[in-house]
Structure formats: C-alpha cells, structure tokens
C-alpha cells in the first residue's frame, strides 16, 4: 500500500515549494505568542489553554493541514506531473495511501510539535494542557489531511476551499456556532484530547465516542473516494 | 512485439466532439498521428495512453482494455505532452524514480539516460534543462522499463533541428526494433521525414490512413489556389488561361489581384513565370492562397 518512491517525490514536492514556507512561519509565530504570553502574564493553565485552543488548534493545524493535504497531490494534477505516477504499474490507491501517510506526517511535525513546544514555554505542561493538546493536533492531522488530500485530487481550487474551510468554519463557526460544532474536526480532537487533562481546560462539545466514529469515518471515507477519483483522474488535454 | 486497437471511439467534451468514431490499428514500426491543432490528436493520445476513457468505443493493448488497467503500463511509455516535470528533481532522480515506479532501479535508469545520451547533465536539475534536454529526459523516462508501446504526443515542438533530427534517429531505431512507435505531430514534414505509416485526424475524424507516398501524392494532386498581382492582370489571365495547367481564374477588381486555380502544380509554378517573361508582365505578388495545413487537410477530408 505505501510506495517509498512516491513518498520520496511528494516530500520534496512539498517541503520544496514557496509556499512551504507557511509550514515554518506559523509554527514560529506559536512559539514566539507563547514566548510573549508567558513573558507578560507568567504560568497560568486557563491562558496556555486558550492559547493552544484559540491559535494552535483552531488556526495553526488546520493550516498546516491545508498546505500538506492539497500540497501532496494538488500541483501535480495541476500541472499535470501526475502523468508520471499515473502511467506506471502502481495502484492508484497505493499513491493516494502513500500520499496522505506523507501528509499527515508533514501536518503532524510542523503543528503537533510546535504545539506541545508552545505548551511547554506558557506554563510547563501544567495540568497537563500542552500534551492534552498536543494529542489534539495529532488527532486533527490525520482527519484534516484526508480531507485536504481528497480535495487536492477532485478541484482546481482545492487551496481557495481549503483556507475557508479552516478559517472560516474551523476557527469562527467550529467555536462559536452549536450546530457546527459537531461536524468540526477541531471538536473530535478536542473530544479525543479531553480525556487525558485537567478539569475543564479542554472541553468538546461532542463525546468520545462520536468523535471516534466521525474522525475515523471522514478519514477512511476521504481516502477511499480519493484513491477512486484518482483511478479515473481524466488529464484533458490543451484541446 | 504489440498492437494498439481503437475500435469505433468518439470522444466528447460537453457538447463538443473532439474525436468521432474513429477505428484504427497500430503496429510495430513508427507511425506518425498528422493532423492540424485541435483535430483531436491529444485526446486520442490521451486515449491510448489510458489517461481518458472514450464516451464510445474501445482502446484495446493486444486485447486488454488500457482504461482503468494499470497493468497495461509495463508494455507502455508514455511521453506527454505537457512541460511539467518534477523540476526540484536532477535528470538522474527524475529518471531513477520512474525506474523505481516500475519496480527497477539504477542500472536500468542509467541505460535509458545513456539511450537519449543525457548522461552529460544527468546531475543537474530539470528546472535548468533546455527544451530539447527536457523532451530527451521524459524519453528516458518512457523508456526506462524497455516497453513495447512508446505513444508521444507532439515530440518535436520546440526542438532545434539538432535536436529533432537525434530524437528522429531515436525513434527511427525504436520502430526498427520493432516497437510500435506512435507520434502526434501538426508538421508534415516531421511526419514524412520519420513515418512509414501515417494516420490523419482532422477535426475528430480519421481522414486518411496509410503509406506515406499515397498521402503526400493526394495533397500534392489537389487544386492549389494562388493570389497573383502584376503590371498587367488581364494580360496574364488570358495567357495562362491558354494552358491544361490552369483550371479557373478570377479578376479580383477590389484587391486588383487574379485568383488563380491551378490543377497540374508542378507545370502552373514552371508556367507562370515563363509566360510572364514572354509577355513582358511584371510579376508583382505571387502567393499561395490556401498554402494552411487547414486546407489541405479539409482537401483530404473531402478525397
């Protein structure tokens, strides 16, 4: 299922483009807000769970997951490099698999890491916020980049949707509106991240087990219809 | 030793048809897909190389279907068309991945870069090459698992006549190897420089197919159409007018040109300024007026 040669070209697709540089900014940006915030206010579990919440798990991850889902497969349907992979005796399943393993490998290094570093410098992982949140961007990486894969491989305008999505409804809607709540997977992370810290400092609005069923669903369902897409990927030519 | 079979494919875009039920069979040897832009060339490349799937019809490798099938690209090497390559990568990576999709390594990347004699830059990266080094990369690319089908669309765009003519020799050894070779090109000469077979396409349909010699015979044979303007129009016209050569002319008052159809190419252009001369008539414009491959493939169409 996974092909090495594949993931070799999809990571140095990635980490090689320009705008692989948002992978570095936003992390850099986390640590020098939790950097700030503990310099002025010091330790405090409420604010170093706000941070994570407001900014690394809201904001930050599911950037990530936008730039590393459609950044694995959409510029190469875009250019129509994809030729390469397409005319060859691999499954086309195996590149979507292959694929989306690099994704939320490069989704979980650039958000879950700084993440847990953020959660470190704002207070210690006191309470057990920085690792509560850390699980959460673990969590929310795999779902997000089996989105963000499927929605490279079926539009042209796979980044457009995907920062609205991750904006506008994870960051706005996903925190403020009931309803959207439960189709949010910032929540289901969130739901999985509960478990394991202080009262009340991280809180979902959906049970565990919904969130289970929802996150694993979307990511094998995404995946699935991906792999299909890609089997029957029409490449058009200039006429 | 393989035969690609497209047996009564049309293709459609919306409401656009871009191929029309076209049957036809490829074989080994080198075959050459002409035909003017947009005639739909590159959708039944894309066809043939399992890229597309044909609203009708099949595409068939020695049998088995090449849509959805991707076992069918251990017998194909597909050289696109389009530009985009993984530029980030050098000659050599590029070339060794390729191997590596299909299972083989190194050794068998190396000989294919040393089949379109790359190894010179094989170290430098792709964004550096040039056209011409771009389109022998994406032949080694093709070639890299020794397959049995080549299909390239428009190879030799944008090659300087060096590089086409290497490319051309490739090729030729390829068909002589018995390879089915099958290369889309707008240019007759390409075509008849390197084709022993040839299938014309004009506007999604097959217009003619086979030795190169019947084809060229029928456009030479067609009414060739000129634009002429002298010191003394009406003069002129009266005296080719006299000669077999000669099917028709029209005084254009408005452009102060003679049109002039002539049916017997070879003698017309050997008349023309033989007659001129023994009148004593300035030829001042002389031009082929339906000269565009568009005419001379409607011409086909209608033979």
């Known amino acids: 299922m996974y092909n090495p040669t594949v993931a070799r070209l999809t990571y140095r697709a990635l980490l090689g483009r320009r705008r692989a540089a948002i992978l570095f900014v936003l992390p850099a940006l986390l640590l020098l807000i939790a950097a700030a915030v503990r310099g002025f206010n010091g330790a405090d579990d409420q604010i170093a769970a706000d941070v994570l919440g407001g900014f690394a798990l809201a904001t930050m991850t599911p950037l990530i997951g936008v730039i590393a889902g459609t950044g694995a497969i959409g510029p190469e349907i875009d250019d129509g490099s994809i030729v390469y992979l397409l005319a060859k005796p691999v499954k ?3 590149i979507i698999f292959t694929k989306l393993i690099v994704a ?7 958000s879950a890491v700084p993440t847990f570093l953020a959660g470190l410098i704002l207070n210690g992982n006191g309470q057990q916020v920085a690792v509560a949140y850390t699980v959460a961007a673990l969590v929310a990486s795999i779902a997000y980049s089996a989105l963000f894969l499927l929605l490279g491989t ?12 991750a904006l506008v409804w994870e960051a706005l809607f996903g925190s403020l509106i009931e309803g959207a709540k439960t189709l949010s997977v910032q929540q289901w992370a969130l739901a999985v991240a509960e478990k394991g810290s202080g009262e009340g400092l991280v809180a979902s609005d959906v049970g565990l087990p919904v ?16 792999g299909q897409k890609l089997r029957t990927l029409t490449l058009a030519g200039d006429e | 030793m393989s035969t690609l079979h497209i047996d009564h494919v049309s293709r459609w875009f919306g409401n656009v048809v871009a191929v029309n039920d076209v049957t036809m069979g490829v074989g080994p040897g080198v075959t050459g897909l002409l035909g003017p832009n947009g005639a739909g060339k590159s959708t039944l490349i894309n066809m043939m190389g399992g890229f597309l799937a044909p609203s009708t019809g099949t595409v068939t490798l020695d049998g088995q279907p090449i849509w959805r099938n991707e076992s069918v690209y251990r017998q194909i090497g597909v050289v696109p068309e389009r530009e985009a390559m993984y530029d980030f990568l050098t000659g050599r990576e590029f070339v060794v991945a390729n191997a590596e999709l299909h299972g083989l390594g190194a050794t068998e990347a190396q000989r294919a870069l040393a089949t379109v004699e790359m190894e010179y830059a094989q170290d430098r990266k792709i964004a550096t090459y040039s056209k011409g080094m771009r389109q022998r990369v994406k032949m080694a690319s093709a070639l890299v698992h020794d397959p049995s089908v080549l299909l390239l669309d428009e190879p030799f765009n944008g090659m300087d006549p060096r590089q086409r003519m290497q490319l051309m020799e490739l090729l030729r050894r390829m068909g002589a190897q018995g390879r089915t070779v099958l290369f889309s090109s707008h240019i007759l000469e390409e075509v008849e420089q390197l084709a022993s077979h040839i299938e014309v396409i004009v506007a999604g349909r097959h217009a003619a197919s086979g030795d190169f010699r019947r084809i060229r015979r029928l456009m030479t044979d067609r009414p060739h159409r000129y634009l002429v303007r002298s010191s003394d129009d009406r003069a002129l016209a009266a005296a080719l007018i006299a000669d077999p050569s000669t099917a028709g002319i029209d005084v254009d008052v408005a452009e ?18 033989r007659v001129a001369r023994a009148h004593s008539i300035r030829l001042l414009t002389v031009s082929p007026s339906d000269e565009s491959l568009e005419s001379v493939f409607s011409y086909l169409v209608a033979a």
């Open chain 1, 92 to 94: 086309r399943p195996t």
């Open chain 1, 154 to 165: 079926v539009s042209r305008h796979a980044v457009v949707i995907g920062l609205v999505y």
């Open chain 1, 211 to 226: 969130a289970v069923v929802l996150l694993a669903g979307v990511t094998v369902a995404a995946t699935w219809y991906a």
């Open chain 1, 104 to 110: 939320i490998a490069v989704t979980m290094v650039f």
């Open chain 2, 256 to 273: 102060g040109a003679l049109r002039i159809q002539a049916v017997d190419f070879g003698r017309f252009t050997e008349l023309l300024p």
